[in-house]
């Protein structure tokens, strides 16, 4: 569901997630399921994927704003965000438990989209 975020943007949850130790240990990538992947990147799902492997950077921020670059890749029909996934847990000390929720933002008027990925926190607490 888009709710404004300002009266330039829409925003949409796309994404949230309960991290594993899988998601922060070495392989500094963070799988994403099937139906928030299409929300991402539909393009990636344009064409049939063999032994193909699909990637497209992303513009994110954190919810302070600040650039957070990151890429979606899609290898073996199985998608994933790289790149600066490793920054952004190591940035937010983000450990197994941690609850993460990643939006995307659109402009209304010239359509620019970018990503917002968050801690979930609760009355200005970190949960999870």
Known sequence: MAAPVTGDFDCEEVYKRQLTANDIKERSRLYINKSAALKFCPEAFDHPLEDQTYRMDLRFCDTSFNPMPM??????????????????????????????????????????????????????????
């Open 71 to 128: 890429a979606f890749l899609r290898r073996d029909k199985k998608s994933y965000l790289i790149g600066g996934w490793r920054d952004f847990v190591e940035a937010n000390q983000l450990g197994p438990g941690d609850i993460i929720r990643i939006h995307v933002l659109e402009h209304k008027r010239n359509g620019v989209r970018f990503f917002m990925i968050g801690r979930v926190q609760v009355m200005g607490i970190l949960i999870g």
